[in-house]
């Protein structure tokens, strides 16, 4: 009953909803719990349909280039819900760190240039900072 009281007041809540099933890239990290404290960034990529495989493809060389600081946490796209979504989340100190961290892949020789076969791709992208809580593997 104490569930299905919640369900109802949960319900009062949400406006809106949408549920999608994620499949990981195999060639990104799998995501492991690691240690805190730490912040995450969600970044969303909406690809034109017919572009994941190239995208997937690109993303295979690229992401040596952001391995150094082990701040790549898991990469995914959809399988069902919207298609062509990818996510990609990523682990830093603070966000003093995050700018560090990607002003050092612009720096190394290959990142532009995964970048200028890749944005073409993208219809819309979205950036989430999050916080972990307390139970979250991920600190």
Avoid: C
């Avoid at 104490?2 to 406006?15: A, C, V």
Wanted: glycine share 6%.
């Amino acid at each position: 009953q104490e569930y299905l009281d919640f369900r109802k007041e949960r319900s009062r809540m949400l406006l809106s909803r949408r549920n999608q099933l994620l499949l990981e890239f195999s060639f990104w990290n799998e995501p492991l719990p690691r240690q805190g404290p730490n912040i995450y960034e969600l970044r969303t990529y909406k690809l034109k349909p017919g572009t994941m495989i190239e995208w997937g493809n690109n993303w295979a060389r690229a992401i040596k280039y952001r391995q150094e600081n082990q701040e790549a946490v898991g990469g995914f796209f959809s399988q069902i819900g919207e298609l062509y979504v990818v996510h990609h989340l990523w682990a830093y100190r603070d966000l003093q760190s995050r700018e560090e961290t990607r002003n050092a892949a612009w720096r190394k020789r290959g990142w532009d240039e995964n970048v200028y076969y890749t944005v073409p791709l993208i219809r819309t992208m979205e950036s989430r900072i999050m916080i972990p809580l307390r139970i979250s593997p991920l600190q």
